[in-house]
C-alpha cells in the first residue's frame, strides 16, 4: 500500500505496483502535430525533410553534406518503381566524396548507401537494421547529444 | 557631409537656373516644330553654353563651383585618410616583426625615384625620401615592387592625378615615404603579408578602411605563393568554440547549403564535450586517456570527446574560397572588441573581420573562492579551477602524485569530480575530501531527503565529506595546504579542486553595447535567443526568456546543444522561441543517477514518489538498452540506434534505503515546473509534455503514474 509523508514542504509518496497499476487519470493536451515550435523528425510537415534531424548525425553539415543532400533529396522525392533508381549518379558522388575522408566516414559503403533508403521509412526488413547500424557507426565521433 | 551641403546651396541656384533655361529651350523647339529654332545656333561648340551671352558667366559658374565643390571634398577626405593612416602605420609598427623593416628601408629608395615620374606633374614633392613623416595615403606606387600587385594599384594612381589636375594643391600624392616597416613586402616574408594588408593603398577616393584589406588581399594572394591569410569577413561568425557553437555550426549547414561558419575560439582545441571530463574519463582503463582523450561508453563503444575529428572542418584561410562552405575554427584568438554598427570583430592580434551573422558563445570562467585568491601564488599553484581539457590533464597528473585532494563545492561538478576521484583513492590510496556549506551533496537542487541519501552514497565511493563547512581561510604550510572553517575545523591537504560556479563571460558586453542581466547574469537575449539585429547568444552565457519557465541562464550540456542549434536555425531565418526544454544528468558512481529537467530548485515545494529499485534499474543498464553512451541521446537518435537488449550481468545491488527510483515533481504555483527522473530512464518524454502543458494537477500520484515507475 502506498504511504505518504511530508518533510517540511517536501512531500514523498511511496507506491507499490499494485498501486500505479490502475491506468493515470491526469489529462494531457493533445499535441499538435504541426506546430512550428515543435522539434521535428526527419520529414517534415509538408513532406520535406528536415536536414537538422539530430537522427541525421553530421551528414547534412559536414564536408560531404551537399553531396548528401543532393542524393537523399533525389531519393526522397524519387516517384520510380524502383525508389531511386535514378539517383545512382549523385549517390557515387557522395560516396566518392566520403571516401576523401575516411575518418569521417568510416568506409561501410553498402550500409552508407541503404542509409538514406532506410531512413526515410521505408519498409524492407533488412533496410532498417542497416540504417540503424549506420549512422550509428557513421562517425562515432559524430554523435552529438541532441534532445 | 557638411561640405556637401555648402556646395549645393551655392550650386543650387545655378542649377534651377540652368533647368529652366534648358525646360525653356525645350519648349520652344517642341512649338517651333518645323521653323528653324531661334534660340539654337548651329555652328555652336558642342561645350559652349545653350543660351545666350550672360548664361555664358552663368555656366562657367556652375562648372567651377562644381569643380572647385568636388577639389575640395576630395582634399578634406585625403587628409582624413593620411591622419588615419598615419595612426595606422603607428600601431603597426609597434608589432614585434621588425624584420621586414630592415629589408623595406632598402627597397624603398629605389622606389622614390620611380614614383616622380608617375605623379601628375602639377603635383609637388613635399618631402624628402629619407622621412618617414610624412605618410602618403596613395601608397600604391610603392607596391610596384610585387609585380602583380602593380595593376590594380596602378590604375588608381592615374586616376587620381587626373582629379587632382585643375588644381594644385599641397596633396603630398606620391613622393612621400611611407613609413619603413610595412609598405612592399617581399613576397616570401609571411608577415609582412599580414601587415601589408591593412597598410598599403588607403584607396583615395575615401572608402571607409574595411574593404582596403579585402582589396589588399586579393593582390597579395597573387604574389604569395604561401597564403597565410585571415577570412576579413565572415558570413557566420562564432564567437566561442565550445558545444553551443558547434551546435550551432552544424545546424548552420544543416540549413543553409554551402554556409561559410567561422569559429574563433581562445582555446587551442577544437569543439569538444565536457561532460566526460568529469565522468567517463575518469573511469577509463587506459592509461593515455589524457592523450587520446577518448572514453569507452557503457554500451562498450568508445568515442573522442571531440565532436568531429579535424578533417571535418576546414582551414580558415580556405574558408572564402571553399564552393559548398564548410566550418573553420581559429583556434587562440580572442575577440576582445565588437562593433556592432560596423558588423565587424577585432581579435587580440588586431585582425578584424567583419560578419553577416554572429553568435555569442562564449561560456564562461569557473568562480574561484577569494579567500584563495587572496591567499596568494602559492595556494594558487596547488588550485585547479575545473573547466577545460588542459585541466582535466593536470589534475589527472596531480592526483596521481600527491596524497590528498580537496574539493571544495557540493554541486554537480564537485560531486562528480569527487566520486571520480574517490574511485581512484581505492587502487592509489589517495586521500579525497569534499566539503561544501550545504548540508548534503547536491544541496540546491535535490530536496533534502534526497540530498542526504545522495550524500551518504557519495560517502561510499570513497569520500569524506564535510557538510556545512565555509571555508574561512587557507594557507600554504611545509609545502601543504591548510583549510581553516569558519567553524574551527581544519583541514591538510595538498591540493584544491574550486568547483564553487561558472561566472558568465560577458567581456564583450561593453564594446558592442549589449545588455547583461544583473540577475542571473550572462547576456540578455530574448526567446529566440537574440541580442540585437544580427546577434545572438546561446549556452552558458545567454539569459534568455523561455516561453514557459520564464527568463532564466541554463549552465548544462543539453541547453548548450538545444540553444546552440536554435540560434542557428534563427540565425538562417527560422526566428522560433526556446521551446524545446533541454534536459540535464548527472552519475553519482554507478549506481546513483537520475535525468532532470526544467527548474530544478530545492528551494521549490516537491512532490516525490517512489518505488522499490530492483537492480536493473541502475544507469548502466539504462544506457546498455538504448545503446547510447550519452543519455540525451537515446531520446531522439532511437532512429539510428539499434537496441542492444541485455540484461545486466553485475550482482544485484542492495538498496537498503527507500529512494531507489522514482519521479520527483517541482512544483511553482501548483505547476510543474520541474522533474526529476531518479534512476529512471528513458522517460524524458513524459517528463517534457508534463512541463510543455503547463497543466495544474490536482492529483501528482495520477501523473506519476505516466512514468510507469516500476517496469523498466
Given amino acids: 500500500m502506498s504511504y505518504c509523508r511530508e518533510d517540511g514542504k517536501d512531500r514523498i509518496i511511496f507506491v507499490t505496483k499494485e498501486d500505479h497499476e490502475a491506468p493515470s487519470n491526469a489529462e494531457l493536451i493533445a499535441d499538435d502535430p504541426n506546430d512550428p515550435y515543435e522539434e521535428q523528425g526527419l520529414i517534415l510537415p509538408d513532406g520535406g525533410i528536415n536536414w537538422n534531424c539530430p537522427c541525421l548525425g553530421g551528414m547534412a553539415s559536414g564536408p560531404c553534406g551537399t553531396q548528401f543532400k543532393e542524393a537523399f533529396s533525389c531519393f526522397h522525392y524519387s516517384k520510380e518503381e524502383v525508389k531511386g533508381s535514378e539517383c545512382i549518379d549523385k549517390f557515387r558522388s557522395m560516396q566518392e566524396c566520403m571516401q576523401r575522408f575516411p575518418e569521417l566516414y568510416p568506409q561501410e559503403d553498402d550500409k552508407e548507401e541503404s542509409a538514406p533508403a532506410g531512413s526515410s521509412a521505408s519498409d524492407s526488413d533488412s533496410s532498417p537494421t542497416a540504417s540503424e547500424e549506420s549512422p550509428e557507426t557513421l562517425p562515432p565521433t559524430d554523435e552529438q547529444t541532441a534532445s | 557631409m557638411l561640405k556637401c551641403r555648402t556646395v549645393w546651396r551655392k550650386l543650387a541656384p545655378l542649377a534651377k537656373c540652368s533647368s529652366t533655361l534648358c525646360r525653356q529651350n525645350v519648349r520652344r523647339t517642341g512649338l517651333n516644330n518645323g521653323r528653324t529654332p531661334v534660340c539654337v545656333p548651329a555652328a555652336r561648340m558642342s561645350t559652349g553654353p545653350v543660351g545666350g551671352g550672360g548664361d555664358n558667366l552663368k555656366y562657367a559658374l556652375l562648372v567651377g563651383a562644381v569643380s572647385a565643390g568636388g577639389l575640395l571634398y576630395a582634399v578634406v577626405t585625403m587628409k582624413s585618410d593620411q591622419r588615419r593612416y598615419k595612426e595606422r602605420m603607428e600601431e603597426l609598427s609597434t608589432r614585434p616583426q621588425k624584420t621586414s623593416i630592415t629589408e623595406q628601408t632598402q627597397s624603398e629608395p629605389p622606389a622614390v625615384p620611380e614614383d616622380q615620374p608617375a605623379a601628375a606633374p602639377s603635383i609637388e614633392e613635399t618631402s624628402s625620401p629619407a622621412e618617414a613623416e610624412a605618410p602618403k595615403e596613395e601608397t600604391a606606387p610603392e607596391v610596384t615592387d610585387t609585380p602583380p600587385a602593380d595593376e590594380p594599384v596602378l590604375e588608381v594612381s592615374p586616376e587620381e592625378a587626373a ?49 582596403q584589406p579585402e582589396v589588399l588581399v586579393e593582390s597579395v594572394v597573387d604574389s604569395t605563393p ?72 557503457w554500451n562498450g563503444k568508445e568515442r573522442s570527446i571531440y565532436f568531429q575529428p579535424p578533417s571535418f ?39 578584424e573581420i567583419s560578419y553577416d551573422k554572429c553568435l555569442i558563445a562564449t561560456g564562461g570562467i569557473p568562480r574561484n573562492l577569494q579567500v584563495i585568491e587572496r591567499a596568494g601564488e602559492d595556494v594558487m599553484k596547488k588550485t585547479t579551477l575545473f573547466r577545460k581539457i588542459e585541466d582535466f590533464k593536470s589534475l589527472d597528473k596531480v592526483s596521481r602524485n600527491v596524497k590528498s585532494v580537496t574539493i571544495i563545492g557540493g554541486g554537480f561538478l564537485g560531486s562528480e569530480l569527487a566520486c571520480a576521484l574517490g574511485r581512484r583513492s581505492t587502487e592509489s590510496g589517495l586521500e579525497v ?120 541562464r541554463v549552465e548544462h550540456h543539453d541547453h548548450a546543444v538545444v540553444s546552440g542549434r536554435l540560434a542557428g536555425e534563427n540565425m538562417t531565418g527560422a526566428s522560433k522561441p526556446y521551446w524545446h526544454q533541454s534536459m540535464f544528468w548527472s552519475d553519482l558512481g554507478p549506481d546513483v543517477g537520475y535525468e532532470a529537467i526544467g527548474i530544478v530548485d530545492s528551494s521549490l515545494p516537491t512532490v516525490g514518489v517512489f518505488a522499490k529499485a530492483t537492480a536493473k534499474d541502475t544507469p548502466k543498464a539504462a544506457t546498455e538498452k538504448s545503446g547510447t553512451g550519452i543519455r540525451s541521446e537515446s531520446e531522439t537518435e532511437d532512429t539510428a540506434v539499434s537496441p542492444v537488449a541485455s540484461d545486466t550481468p553485475s550482482p544485484a545491488a542492495e538498496h537498503k534505503d527507500d529512494f531507489g527510483k522514482g519521479v520527483i515533481f517541482y512544483l511553482r504555483d501548483k505547476v510543474v515546473v520541474g522533474i526529476i527522473l531518479w534512476n529512471v530512464f528513458n522517460r524524458m518524454p513524459i517528463a517534457r509534455k508534463i512541463i510543455k502543458d503547463g497543466e495544474e494537477h490536482a492529483d501528482l500520484n495520477e501523473v506519476a503514474k505516466l512514468f510507469n515507475i516500476h517496469e523498466d
Fill in chain 2, 163 to 211: 582629379a587632382a589636375v585643375p588644381v594644385v594643391e599641397e596633396e603630398p600624392l606620391v613622393s612621400s615615404e611611407p613609413p619603413p616597416s610595412e609598405l612592399s613586402e617581399p613576397p616570401p616574408v609571411v608577415e609582412s603579408v599580414v601587415l601589408a594588408e591593412p597598410a598599403a593603398a588607403e584607396p583615395p577616393a575615401a572608402e571607409p578602411p574595411e574593404p
Fill in chain 2, 226 to 297: 604561401v597564403s597565410l591569410k585571415l577570412p576579413s569577413h565572415a558570413p557566420y561568425l562564432l564567437i566561442g568554440g565550445g558545444t553551443a557553437s558547434f551546435a550551432a555550426a552544424r545546424s548552420i549547414r544543416a540549413r543553409d547549403p554551402g554556409a561559410k561558419v567561422l569559429i574563433v575560439t581562445d582555446e587551442p582545441d577544437l569543439p569538444y564535450m565536457r561532460p566526460p571530463l568529469s565522468k567517463e574519463l575518469w573511469f577509463s582503463d587506459d592509461p593515455a586517456v589524457t592523450e587520446t582523450l577518448r572514453f569507452k561508453q
Fill in chain 2, 313 to 351: 572542418y576546414i582551414r580558415p584561410e580556405d574558408l572564402e574560397g571553399a564552393e559548398n562552405g564548410g566550418v573553420a575554427v581559429l583556434n587562440n584568438r580572442k575577440v576582445v572588441y565588437m562593433d556592432v554598427r560596423g558588423n565587424k570583430v577585432k581579435l587580440d592580434d588586431d585582425t
Fill in chain 2, 433 to 552: 575530501i569534499q566539503m561544501f556549506p550545504e548540508k548534503g551533496n547536491m544541496g540546491k537542487v535535490l530536496p533534502e531527503y534526497l540530498s542526504n541519501w545522495t550524500t551518504e552514497k557519495v560517502k561510499t565511493e570513497g569520500v569524506k565529506v564535510l557538510t556545512e563547512a565555509l571555508v574561512k581561510s587557507v594557507n600554504c604550510k611545509d609545502d601543504k595546504l591548510e583549510i581553516r572553517l569558519k567553524d574551527g575545523r581544519v583541514v591538510t591537504t595538498d591540493h584544491i579542486v574550486a568547483a564553487v560556479g561558472l561566472e558568465p563571460n560577458v567581456d564583450l558586453a561593453k564594446s558592442a553595447g549589449l545588455e547583461v542581466d544583473s540577475d542571473f547574469g550572462g547576456y540578455r537575449v530574448n526567446a529566440e535567443l537574440q541580442a540585437r539585429s544580427n546577434i545572438w547568444v546561446a549556452g552558458d552565457a545567454a539569459c534568455f526568456y523561455d516561453i514557459r519557465l520564464g527568463r532564466r
